[in-house]
């Protein structure tokens, strides 16, 4: 993988990001700002706002009922193993997005949030409208994670109608491919992907996206998925790191 | 004099990592966005000598190695190869035409797009990675020929071309 490079060029890496902070939060505050700005004040400043907020409040309740309804799936099923133990709860904390990768064949973010303040690699990360990616490699007071719509991305997963699992990766593109999906699955467009916690990574039942395509692989062994993210990954500004 | 032209080269990469890790997400369209080192090179390419810009091809490839997430050396070696190739088709054509430029321009991002998604496809052993990026890297290269089309003018007046001088007597 080319994730993993050399612990120098990680420590090189990690050492000029953290030193450049204060030059790329203080930049990144005044861009956000001045691009926020030109939005509200163009013709559409209000029907942008509105549609914000719409879209927030849909993310909210797509949450709640996707939440919801795994609760639901998960009570019936433990009430019928009869070994009704754990219920989901994650400490969190939130983070800053500071930048951004510099190339566009990767998709990757650097948060204000490093090993001092509590940051460890391979910790979780969500927004509001769900699943956002991990923590790659983590310096003294800024850390780099990569989004789950990066290519090198692989996210254990689980249809949550259907049960079926399968593997996200990211495509590149902003849409995410659900691979190795059972040929006899009853998923169809529409149904909600989650994580199954089976990778050790990713918590169980955070929302990833939703069925928007279903398709035969070639080689006629599996059928794939495409799905397209809850996330709006273009507008990241903060994000929750799950403590693990 | 090379003194200041040093200082502002190095300003001129400072301000350009700054605004490539943080303006740039901002006017990306359809999660399509401009190289803006590329698009510095591509017309530092159009400034410099041949020597000069494999010198610069070096600087800028290592600092966006440090902000890249893929095998530490890839951007170097995607800078290298327009900046071998390039200068020689620069030298025969007429960059004061804005067209010639703008192809130019296009034709450098594009090369240094492509040396760089082949170098993964290889290193990852996964040919197809060529065909799911070829229409987002030119999409991209003809994005970040727009840009720096439009900061070639800016640069001109920032980093003025050396200008051959003859002895007239």
């Known amino acids: 993988m080319l994730l993993n490079t050399t612990p120098f060029y990680s420590f090189l890496r990690n050492s000029v990001i953290s030193i450049s902070k204060p030059v790329l939060e203080t930049s990144h505050f005044l861009f956000f700002n001045l691009t926020d700005g030109i939005r509200r004040l163009s013709n559409y400043a209000e029907i942008a706002r509105m549609n914000e907020q719409l879209q927030l409040e849909v993310n909210r309740l797509r949450v709640d009922r996707i939440k919801y309804e795994e609760l639901q799936d998960e009570n019936i099923r433990l009430r019928r193993l009869l070994n009704f133990k754990e219920t989901l709860k994650h400490d969190h904390i939130s983070a800053q997005v500071i930048g951004r990768d510099v190339s566009s064949l990767s998709n990757w973010l650097i948060l204000n949030f490093g090993y001092s303040d509590g940051a460890r690699k391979d910790m979780s990360l969500i927004a509001p409208g769900g699943l956002v990616g991990k923590i790659i490699s983590v310096g003294n007071t800024t850390s780099r994670a990569i989004l789950i719509i990066d290519r090198q991305s692989k996210v254990s997963s689980i249809i949550q109608q259907s049960r079926d699992l399968g593997i996200v990766e990211g495509c590149g593109n902003g849409f995410l491919k659900l691979n190795y999906l059972n040929i006899n699955s009853t998923a169809k467009v529409g149904d909600a992907v989650i994580t199954s916690g089976f990778g050790g990574v990713y918590p169980k039942g955070l929302p990833i996206g939703t069925i928007s395509l279903i398709g035969t692989e070639k080689n006629g062994l599996h059928l794939f998925a495409k799905i397209k993210p809850f996330v709006d990954f273009s507008k990241l500004e903060e994000v929750l790191c799950l403590k693990n | ?169």
């Open chain 2, 1 to 169: 004099m090379l003194k200041k032209l040093k200082i502002r080269l190095v300003i001129l990469i400072i301000v350009t990592t700054i605004l490539q890790v943080t303006l740039i997400p901002y006017i990306s369209l359809h999660n399509v966005k401009p190289d803006l080192f590329y698009g510095l090179f591509a017309l530092l390419i159009l400034q410099f000598s041949n020597i000069q810009t494999i010198l610069l091809a070096f600087i800028i490839g290592f600092l966006k190695d440090l902000f890249a997430n893929n095998l530490f050396g890839l951007e170097i070696i995607s800078l290298l190869i327009p900046a071998l190739i390039l200068p020689f088709i620069v030298k025969k054509t007429d960059i004061n035409n804005p067209l010639v430029r703008f192809i130019i321009l296009f034709i450098s991002s594009l090369l240094a797009f492509f040396t760089l998604l082949t170098s993964i496809a290889v290193i990852e052993k996964s040919p197809e990675v060529i065909n799911i990026y070829f229409m987002k890297i030119l999409e991209s290269s003809l994005y970040t020929a727009i840009i720096s089309f439009v900061l070639y003018y800016f640069l001109k007046l920032f980093i003025p071309k050396k200008t051959e001088q003859y002895e007239l007597f």
